[in-house]
């Protein structure tokens, strides 16, 4: 009926054969100079370049080979948006603003920090893994997922693994998801507090989003109900001027009221996650999720222009010593696994699958488009992460080791940083690592760990190139920090209130009164169960003499890579059962991958026999010197000796619990695909049956000539987007 | 396609991609299919759809 319809098969014309020969021979040039030059630095172009044409070419070739062949995606069958359409959650959106939609949905905090610290390996492996991974992994899981919840009426990725696999599965899917989103709002919320420990200039500007989030909320609640643009536009320039007072105000007499420690800092994100996670949405929510939403597109693109304008050279080495020794100062472990389990959002990421059921599948308005709604969008966020890598790449080593180190490497002060920095083998003097820090106003930058800083660097480094010059370097700075603790926060809060839900629904089973969402002892209660549990992380993160990024962050890679190999066996598992086992390679290679980096990372770090590598190695030696009485550097006393043990034991058994979960999930999925192996037969799913289309739409980016004639011929027209 | 029509078209995603334009199109989805009842109001629509959208890392 559609010439819509994935079974045509056009002859490619010449044209198409020339743009795409030229796109490949550009794209094997940069990855050339990106893998082979060394001993000079390279232009960051290269990298950008090297992206670029290796998405435009996955996006024409693999991901449709995906949509036609493996999915066979159907423009004849009506999506849920169009069956169920209630104009409220089930409602045909247009897909260029469902990439939108969704590309916010997945794009924070995690692309901008995994690169950054996987740069102590250089930036070639990172940006392999990125692109390829992104290519071959992620985007096909966020595609994939996304299209069997949307022929499932937008189910979540948890109740697909119950429906599609069983109960143990299920169960075991959903208690892994919970404890992941634990980790992971405590490791976001450290690379907050690490930004802006001692920063009062930062302190008091993302102090200053609370009243502006406020302030929005009532604007859009009561003033001007519905403006959504115009309260959003008053949002930045209130935070642009927010930043620019937290100048003012670290000169000030107020300096020192917003001059807090860690620890303080930490108790007072406890204390809003909990309260903004019980406030009605409108309050705070939606109101920041705005400003955080168009500042990270703005923030992008902007960062995407830097980078061509200004044309930086890579500081960074194309693969460090640290790749091979494994021994780097800002975390533990070699190229493999770590640098696939330190680099997940912008390649694969497990937590994008519970983004990609859910909401935007009851958006979709035609089957085809999930190819740009889910392959495109991960591959905007990979985008993403190849800018971060390009920001952390072209700081001086000496600069980024000195900031990324945990305080027990480098110390506090500027000569002992310096010291350090040359022990590890990298050179930087005292008075530079001064001027540095001087230069984007701020105190020090020694041990600035988690990112953020780093990335703010880069990109203060990038803006004052070609926007206002060294005068303003200081404001980028701090505009980054902002743009980055802005987002997290959001997740944060976001994330307390699903964490809430689920544990709401799940206590429900057990005690009725719990579950019901309008029980407000209950909303209580399980808010400070989800905050305290988040906020224990937090707190031993900050206070581990070990450094707290060194130690959580590969707990949080590993659990955010083993939920997406619960993830990629889920999808395995529905091709095999609705007869596609010829295709289920397409993420079954993906889910062995994946499987074999998170088995390997997390059997070293519970059975590694070194301390630095294994959690319980390192527990064993901090108690035996207890016992003897002894301290042990970069600890300072028996009581965070004591801590040291503690926090070792928990995160060693969180990485074994979490290892054992996905195993459960994976065997049970394999056992139901032998089960339809063996019977030869398709098995039962729960696709919801097929319901003729009755819209005509697009499918890609751009309408192509023939389907623009289908929709004048329908007379449906495609909103005044398409004129 | 002509560039006359580029802020338009500008104006109108931002407008999409913000949501500001979830409860006209609401509202006219309620009238065309005939539903049943008065159309929710601005306030209750926007409760309603106000579910927690998860944000990740």
């Known amino acids: 009926m559609s010439i819509f319809t994935p079974t045509t098969r056009a002859r490619p014309g010449v044209r198409s054969i020339a743009t795409w020969t030229a796109v490949s021979l550009v794209g094997a040039v940069a990855w050339g100079v990106v893998a082979l030059v060394r001993g000079e630095h390279i232009s960051a172009i290269w990298l950008v370049f090297a992206a670029l044409c290796s998405y435009a070419i996955a996006y024409r070739f693999y991901s449709r080979f995906i949509a036609r062949r493996v999915l066979k995606v159907d423009d004849r069958r009506a999506t849920p948006a169009e069956r169920l359409d209630n104009g409220i959650d089930y409602h045909v959106t247009d897909r260029r603003v469902l990439l939108g939609h969704h590309f916010a949905a997945i794009a924070g905090a995690g692309p901008l920090v995994g690169p950054i610290l996987a740069a102590q390996l250089g930036y070639l492996p990172g940006t392999i893994w990125i692109i390829v991974g992104v290519v071959f992994a992620g985007a096909v899981q966020d595609m994939v997922v996304m299209f069997l919840s949307m022929r499932r009426d937008g189910k979540s990725l948890g109740q697909m693994a119950r429906d599609e696999i069983g109960r143990v599965g299920g169960t075991a899917a959903l208690v892994a998801v919970f404890s992941i989103m634990i980790i992971l709002l405590g490791v976001l919320a450290l690379v907050v507090v690490n930004a802006l420990a001692k920063s009062p200039w930062g302190t008091f500007s993302i102090a200053m989003t609370i009243p502006i989030a406020l302030f929005m909320g009532f604007y859009l609640r009561v003033l001007r109900p519905g403006r959504v643009v115009e309260t959003s536009v008053i949002g930045v320039a209130l935070l642009v001027l927010a930043i620019a007072a937290g100048g003012w105000v670290q000169n000030s007499s107020w300096a020192g009221a917003f001059t807090l420690k860690p620890e303080t800092l930490v108790f007072c994100l406890i204390g809003y996650g909990f309260i903004a996670s019980i406030l009605p949405v409108w309050m705070l929510l939606t109101p920041r999720d705005y400003l955080s939403t168009f500042m990270k597109i703005g923030t992008i693109a902007l960062l995407a222009i830097g980078v061509l304008v200004t044309n930086p050279s890579l500081q960074n080495e194309a693969i460090t010593k640290f790749a091979s020794t494994g021994d780097g100062p800002v975390f533990v472990g070699g190229l493999f696994p770590f640098a696939f389990i330190t680099i997940t959002c912008g390649a694969l990421s497990g937590f994008h699958a519970l983004m990609s059921s859910g909401t935007t599948p009851k958006m979709i308005q035609k089957e085809s488009q999930v190819r740009l709604v889910g392959y495109g969008a991960m591959l905007m966020e990979s985008f993403v992460a190849v800018m971060a890598i390009i920001a952390a790449s072209l700081l001086d080593p000496g600069l980024y080791y000195a900031m990324n180190s945990p305080g027990g490497v480098v110390g506090a002060t500027f000569q002992s940083a310096a010291t350090a920095v040359t022990n590890l083998g990298f050179t930087i003097t005292p008075d530079s690592l001064q001027a540095a820090s001087a230069a984007v106003g701020e105190p020090t930058l020694v041990s600035r760990t988690g990112g953020a800083p780093t990335l703010a660097v880069g990109i203060s480094e990038i803006f004052s190139g070609f926007l206002g010059g060294t005068a303003v370097k200081a404001f980028w700075y701090h505009f980054a920090i902002m743009f980055e603790a802005l987002f997290i926060l959001t997740t944060v809060d976001a994330g307390t209130r699903v964490g809430r839900f689920m544990l709401q629904d799940t206590l429900g089973n057990i005690w009725k009164p719990i579950g019901r969402v309008s029980w407000l002892p209950g909303v209580w209660l399980s808010s400070a169960a989800v905050v305290g549990a988040w906020g224990y992380f937090l707190y031993t993160g900050v206070t581990n003499p070990l450094g707290g990024i060194n130690q959580l962050y590969p707990l949080f890679g590993i659990a955010n890579q083993l939920l997406a190999a619960a993830a990629l066996s889920v999808v395995t598992v529905v091709l095999v059962k609705s007869g596609r086992l010829k295709w289920a390679w397409v993420t079954a290679i993906p889910m062995a991958w994946v499987v074999a980096v998170t088995m390997t990372a997390s059997y070293q770090k519970i059975f590694s026999a070194d301390p630095k590598m294994g959690f319980f190695a390192q527990r064993q030696r901090y108690a035996d010197a207890i016992a003897h009485g002894k301290v042990l550097a970069p600890a300072k006393n028996l009581d965070q000796m004591r801590q040291v043990v503690i926090n070792s034991t928990v995160q060693g058994v969180l990485a074994a619990l979490l290892a054992v979960l996905i195993i459960v999930v994976i065997v049970d999925g394999a056992r139901v695909c032998l089960q339809a192996i063996i019977r030869g037969r398709e098995l039962p799913t729960t696709e919801v049956p097929y319901v003729e289309s009755t819209i005509v739409a697009p499918s890609g980016l751009f309408a192509t000539a023939d389907e623009r004639r289908e929709l004048v011929g329908a007379a449906t027209g495609d909103g005044i987007g398409e004129r | ?57």
């Not at chain 2, 802020?7 to 995603?13: E, G, K, T, V």
């Not at chain 2, 926007?46 to 579910?51: A, I, P, T, V, W």
């Open chain 2, 1 to 57: 396609m002509s560039l006359r029509h580029l802020p338009a078209r500008l104006w109108w995603y931002l407008r999409e991609l913000a949501g500001e334009t979830g409860y006209e199109h609401y509202v006219v989805h309620h009238r065309e299919h005939r539903v049943a009842g008065a159309p929710l109001t601005r306030r209750e629509f926007e409760r309603r759809k106000s579910g927690t959208a998860m944000r990740c890392c």
